[in-house]
Protein backbone atom coordinates (compact mmCIF):
# COMPACT_ATOMS: atom_id res chain seq x y z
CA UNK A 1 0.00 0.00 0.00
CA UNK A 2 1.28 3.33 -0.82
CA UNK A 3 2.13 6.15 1.63
CA UNK A 4 -1.05 7.72 2.98
CA UNK A 5 -2.58 10.53 0.37
CA UNK A 6 -1.51 8.87 -2.41
CA UNK A 7 -3.30 7.56 -5.62
CA UNK A 8 -3.77 3.42 -4.74
CA UNK A 9 -1.73 1.95 -7.62
CA UNK A 10 -3.21 -0.17 -10.73
CA UNK A 11 -1.16 -3.44 -9.74
CA UNK A 12 -3.26 -3.00 -5.43
CA UNK A 13 -6.30 -4.45 -7.85
CA UNK A 14 -4.95 -6.99 -9.52
CA UNK A 15 -5.07 -9.77 -7.08
CA UNK A 16 -8.13 -11.67 -6.04
CA UNK A 17 -11.09 -10.27 -5.26
CA UNK A 18 -11.50 -11.07 -1.24
CA UNK A 19 -7.58 -10.05 -0.57
CA UNK A 20 -8.34 -6.28 -2.32
CA UNK A 21 -11.55 -5.90 -0.45
CA UNK A 22 -10.10 -6.49 3.25
CA UNK A 23 -7.57 -4.16 2.20
CA UNK A 24 -9.91 -1.36 0.59
CA UNK A 25 -10.86 -0.62 3.84
CA UNK A 26 -9.70 2.69 5.99
CA UNK A 27 -8.70 4.20 2.11
CA UNK A 28 -10.02 7.43 0.61
CA UNK A 29 -12.11 7.64 -2.01
CA UNK A 30 -12.11 11.79 -3.45
CA UNK A 31 -13.79 13.34 -5.05
CA UNK A 32 -14.88 17.19 -5.47
CA UNK A 33 -13.66 18.06 -2.17
CA UNK A 34 -15.35 14.93 -0.34
CA UNK A 35 -12.86 12.41 0.93
CA UNK A 36 -14.70 9.68 2.80
CA UNK A 37 -12.84 6.60 4.63
CA UNK A 38 -14.02 3.49 3.26
CA UNK A 39 -14.98 1.17 6.70
CA UNK A 40 -17.09 -1.43 5.22
CA UNK A 41 -17.23 -3.71 1.82
CA UNK A 42 -18.50 -7.06 0.36
CA UNK A 43 -16.92 -8.71 -1.86
CA UNK A 44 -18.76 -10.68 -5.30
CA UNK A 45 -16.43 -13.53 -7.59
CA UNK A 46 -16.91 -14.19 -11.30
CA UNK A 47 -19.53 -16.24 -12.49
CA UNK A 48 -18.84 -19.08 -10.09
CA UNK A 49 -20.10 -16.45 -7.64
CA UNK A 50 -23.67 -17.00 -7.61
CA UNK A 51 -24.32 -13.84 -5.52
CA UNK A 52 -22.36 -11.70 -8.57
CA UNK A 53 -23.64 -9.55 -11.04
CA UNK A 54 -21.54 -12.01 -13.16
CA UNK A 55 -23.13 -14.91 -13.04
CA UNK A 56 -25.08 -15.27 -15.87
CA UNK A 57 -22.28 -13.90 -18.08
CA UNK A 58 -21.12 -10.70 -19.77
CA UNK A 59 -23.91 -7.96 -20.46
CA UNK A 60 -23.82 -4.18 -21.30
CA UNK A 61 -24.22 -3.97 -17.70
CA UNK A 62 -22.07 -5.16 -15.98
CA UNK A 63 -19.17 -4.73 -18.90
CA UNK A 64 -17.01 -2.81 -16.61
CA UNK A 65 -16.48 -6.16 -14.44
CA UNK A 66 -14.72 -7.77 -16.94
CA UNK A 67 -12.23 -5.13 -17.18
CA UNK A 68 -8.85 -5.13 -15.97
CA UNK A 69 -9.23 -4.03 -11.37
CA UNK A 70 -8.79 -0.72 -10.79
CA UNK A 71 -12.12 0.86 -12.08
CA UNK A 72 -15.36 1.98 -11.38
CA UNK A 73 -18.48 -0.53 -11.89
CA UNK A 74 -22.00 1.40 -11.06
CA UNK A 75 -25.51 -0.04 -11.24
CA UNK A 76 -28.94 1.32 -10.13
CA UNK A 77 -30.59 -1.06 -7.03
CA UNK A 78 -34.41 -1.04 -7.15
CA UNK A 79 -34.28 1.98 -9.74
CA UNK A 80 -33.29 4.51 -6.94
CA UNK A 81 -29.64 3.86 -5.57
CA UNK A 82 -26.53 4.26 -7.36
CA UNK A 83 -24.55 1.36 -6.01
CA UNK A 84 -20.38 1.89 -5.91
CA UNK A 85 -18.26 -1.23 -6.98
CA UNK A 86 -14.64 -1.49 -7.62
CA UNK A 87 -13.46 -4.07 -9.94
CA UNK A 88 -11.03 -6.39 -9.17
CA UNK A 89 -8.26 -9.44 -11.18
CA UNK A 90 -7.22 -9.49 -14.41
CA UNK A 91 -9.02 -8.73 -17.34
CA UNK A 92 -12.47 -11.51 -17.38
CA UNK A 93 -11.74 -11.99 -13.75
CA UNK A 94 -14.85 -10.32 -13.17
CA UNK A 95 -14.62 -9.38 -9.43
CA UNK A 96 -15.75 -6.40 -7.94
CA UNK A 97 -16.30 -4.80 -4.43
CA UNK A 98 -19.56 -3.02 -3.26
CA UNK A 99 -18.51 -0.15 -1.18
CA UNK A 100 -21.13 -0.63 2.02
CA UNK A 101 -20.41 1.69 4.30
CA UNK A 102 -17.59 4.75 4.40
CA UNK A 103 -16.99 7.53 6.92
CA UNK A 104 -16.35 11.36 6.17
CA UNK A 105 -13.63 13.28 6.23
CA UNK A 106 -13.78 16.19 4.38
CA UNK A 107 -16.66 17.75 2.66
CA UNK A 108 -19.40 17.59 5.84
CA UNK A 109 -21.66 20.44 4.31
CA UNK A 110 -21.73 19.14 0.80
CA UNK A 111 -22.27 15.25 1.93
CA UNK A 112 -25.23 16.61 4.66
CA UNK A 113 -26.58 18.84 1.92
CA UNK A 114 -26.18 15.88 -0.77
CA UNK A 115 -28.12 13.49 1.59
CA UNK A 116 -30.68 15.66 2.98
CA UNK A 117 -29.55 15.68 6.42
CA UNK A 118 -28.79 17.78 9.62
CA UNK A 119 -25.99 16.12 11.40
CA UNK A 120 -22.58 14.06 10.88
CA UNK A 121 -23.66 11.00 12.45
CA UNK A 122 -23.36 7.33 11.36
CA UNK A 123 -26.49 6.64 9.61
CA UNK A 124 -25.42 9.23 7.02
CA UNK A 125 -23.15 6.83 5.14
CA UNK A 126 -24.33 3.68 6.52
CA UNK A 127 -24.95 1.72 2.99
CA UNK A 128 -24.40 1.72 -0.19
CA UNK A 129 -26.83 4.23 -1.86
CA UNK A 130 -26.09 6.68 0.56
CA UNK A 131 -21.94 6.16 -0.01
CA UNK A 132 -23.28 6.71 -3.91
CA UNK A 133 -25.64 9.74 -3.08
CA UNK A 134 -22.88 11.58 -0.97
CA UNK A 135 -20.24 11.42 -3.89
CA UNK A 136 -22.75 12.21 -6.07
CA UNK A 137 -22.02 9.31 -8.16
CA UNK A 138 -23.64 8.78 -11.35
CA UNK A 139 -23.74 5.54 -14.04
CA UNK A 140 -21.72 7.37 -16.17
CA UNK A 141 -18.81 6.78 -13.70
CA UNK A 142 -18.76 2.97 -14.85
CA UNK A 143 -15.38 1.99 -16.62
CA UNK A 144 -13.61 5.05 -14.83
CA UNK A 145 -10.46 4.32 -13.42
CA UNK A 146 -9.62 4.85 -9.85
CA UNK A 147 -6.02 4.89 -10.45
CA UNK A 148 -5.62 8.01 -12.17
CA UNK A 149 -5.51 11.86 -10.79
CA UNK A 150 -9.18 13.65 -11.16
CA UNK A 151 -12.74 12.80 -10.96
CA UNK A 152 -13.19 10.10 -8.45
CA UNK A 153 -9.90 8.70 -7.11
CA UNK A 154 -8.82 6.32 -4.72
CA UNK A 155 -6.45 7.42 -2.24
CA UNK A 156 -4.19 5.58 0.35
CA UNK A 157 -5.48 6.09 4.13
CA UNK A 158 -4.57 3.92 7.82
CA UNK A 159 -6.22 0.71 8.07
CA UNK A 160 -8.45 -0.60 10.75
CA UNK A 161 -6.62 -2.11 13.81
CA UNK A 162 -9.29 -4.89 13.65
CA UNK A 163 -10.90 -6.04 10.93
CA UNK A 164 -14.09 -8.28 11.02
CA UNK A 165 -15.23 -10.85 8.20
CA UNK A 166 -18.94 -12.28 8.08
CA UNK A 167 -21.60 -13.24 5.37
CA UNK A 168 -22.93 -10.28 2.80
CA UNK A 169 -26.18 -9.29 3.31
CA UNK A 170 -29.33 -9.72 0.88
CA UNK A 171 -28.05 -12.41 -1.32
CA UNK A 172 -30.66 -14.84 -0.32
CA UNK A 173 -31.24 -15.88 -3.98
CA UNK A 174 -27.61 -17.52 -3.94
CA UNK A 175 -26.74 -21.02 -2.78
CA UNK A 176 -26.05 -21.75 0.23
CA UNK A 177 -22.16 -22.39 0.26
CA UNK A 178 -22.19 -18.76 -1.37
CA UNK A 179 -24.09 -17.02 1.06
CA UNK A 180 -21.97 -18.42 3.62
CA UNK A 181 -18.96 -16.63 2.44
CA UNK A 182 -17.62 -14.50 4.92
CA UNK A 183 -16.79 -11.85 2.44
CA UNK A 184 -18.76 -8.66 4.15
CA UNK A 185 -15.53 -6.94 5.72
CA UNK A 186 -15.56 -4.02 8.58
CA UNK A 187 -13.23 -1.91 10.65
CA UNK A 188 -14.15 -3.32 13.79
CA UNK A 189 -13.46 -0.97 15.85
CA UNK A 190 -15.51 2.10 13.39
CA UNK A 191 -19.66 2.98 14.03
CA UNK A 192 -20.13 3.75 10.62
CA UNK A 193 -21.83 -0.05 9.52
CA UNK A 194 -24.47 -0.32 7.97
CA UNK A 195 -26.76 -2.74 9.92
CA UNK A 196 -25.95 -5.60 11.18
CA UNK A 197 -23.00 -4.33 12.71
CA UNK A 198 -19.83 -5.96 13.23
CA UNK A 199 -17.11 -6.34 15.70
Given at each position: ????G??????????P??????????????????V???T?V?A?????D??????H?R????AP???E???????????L?????I?T??????G?IL??????????PT????RG?A?????L?AG???????????L????????E?G????????P??????????G?D???????AR??????????W???????
Amino acid sequence: MPAPGRLIPRRFYLRPVEDVARDLLGSHLCRDGVVLRITEVEAYGGPEDSASHGRHGRTPRNAPMWEEGGRVYMYLCYGLHRMLNIVTGGAGACGAILVRACAPLEGHPTVLARRGMARVAPPLLAGPGRVGQALDLGLDLSGHPLFEAGGLELRAGSPPRRVAAGPRIGVDFATPADRARPWRFVDADSPWQSAPRMG
